[in-house]
């Protein structure tokens, strides 16, 4: 029996990845989709989303959901997603204005469907507000995937920060405290999920004669492109798709019991994890099988355009990639 579940998302381009790859794995169902603000403005996400469904050949209901954290400002990351949300891919249909109810949806599928499963791959603004809104569903909830957070490496907003976590500290923080059967997916892990340059390269060669190729090349080339100016890193980390794997199969993971808390400060704390004893209750993906991981997505999302093994070396550069990080942080 495939695994239901519910994807909350900001498309986003490592978001895109992630719901090709959810539409191909024989191991999940997914029973909605709902949209954040987040990478892009949410009715961006939500007009991204309709698209990739439509090339990944998804039929679940796609529901808008909040445009604004819950009390801060949005900020699109439009320097790592592009000024449309998918790097230079630039949708034919013009976002329109959409209505919030994605808490709403939540809460159906949520009551509908006792333990169903959530991947959280935006700001958690939808489900602190489903959770808020209706308490019930925290003991009906099942495994609830978060991508989100930093630990032991450097992050994505600030030093200390990933940018989900800093995009809606007070969400993270609502949902760190909801007693849920949580499963962290922090940098520590996804920052290990790398398609590298070549690949890129292939896909954009593959992408002359084919368009679902070029729209991979369009949107990944933007990613790389962020990736080798703000780190000098030769490829796109598809944070995202990791999250979705775990979902379908966790012992791709190792996996550490921890309490945590997320800082509501501002500056360079906003959003950071915290190791506190009164923190909520997660498992955290500390360890992950990268190689297996990369060619989970090769042989699902790009084998028609990629010579096999073409992923491959990804895991290795992002190796590399944090150990000159760990170095320079000493
Ligand atoms: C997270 O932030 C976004 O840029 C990505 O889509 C991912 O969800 C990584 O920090
Ligand atoms: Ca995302």
Redesign the pocket.
């Known amino acids: 029996m495939p695994t239901s579940v519910l994807i909350d998302t900001?498309p986003?381009?490592?978001?895109a990845v992630a719901l090709a790859l959810a539409s191909r794995l024989p191991e999940l169902r997914i029973v909605a989709i709902t949209i954040a603000h987040?990478?892009t403005d949410v009715d961006r996400a939500t007009r991204n989303a309709r698209l990739i469904a439509s090339i990944a050949g998804i039929a679940a209901p796609i529901i808008p959901g909040a445009a604004a954290p819950l009390v801060r400002e949005p900020r699109p990351?439009r320097e790592?997603?592009g000024p449309e949300g998918l790097g230079h891919v630039i949708p034919a249909q013009e976002p329109e204005h959409e209505i919030d109810g994605a808490a709403e949806a939540i809460i159906a599928q949520v009551r509908g469907q006792r333990k169903l499963t959530v991947c959280c791959?935006?700001p958690l603004t939808n489900l602190a507000t489903a959770i808020a809104f209706a308490p019930d569903i925290a003991d009906a909830l099942g495994p609830v995937f978060v991508?989100?957070g930093a630990l032991n490496v450097p992050g994505?907003?600030t030093a200390r920060s990933?940018?989900?976590w800093w995009s809606d500290p007070e969400a993270a923080d609502f949902v760190m405290h909801a007693h849920l059967d949580l499963r962290l997916v922090p940098?520590d892990v996804?920052r290990r999920i790398a398609i590298p340059g070549s690949a890129i390269g292939a896909l954009a060669k593959a992408g002359e004669s084919d368009q679902q190729a070029r729209f991979w090349a369009d949107a990944l080339r933007f990613y790389a492109d962020f990736h080798q100016e703000y780190e000098r890193f030769d490829g796109c980390i598809v944070?995202?798709a990791l999250a979705i794997a775990l979902v379908a199969d966790p012992s791709l993971a190792g996996w550490e019991e921890m309490r945590l808390d997320v800082s509501l400060s501002d500056g360079a704390e906003r959003g950071a994890v915290r190791r506190s004893p009164e923190g909520g209750r997660t498992a955290v993906a500390m360890s992950v099988r990268a190689s297996e991981v990369l060619a989970l997505l090769e042989r699902t999302v790009f084998a028609r355009w990629l010579e096999p093994g073409s992923l491959a070396g990804g895991a290795a550069d992002a190796e590399r990639w944090l150990a000159n990080a760990a170095r320079e942080r000493k």
């Open positions: 900001d986003g381009i490592d978001d987040g990478n990351a790592t997603h791959l935006g991508m989100g994505t907003q990933e940018f989900n940098l996804t944070n995202d």
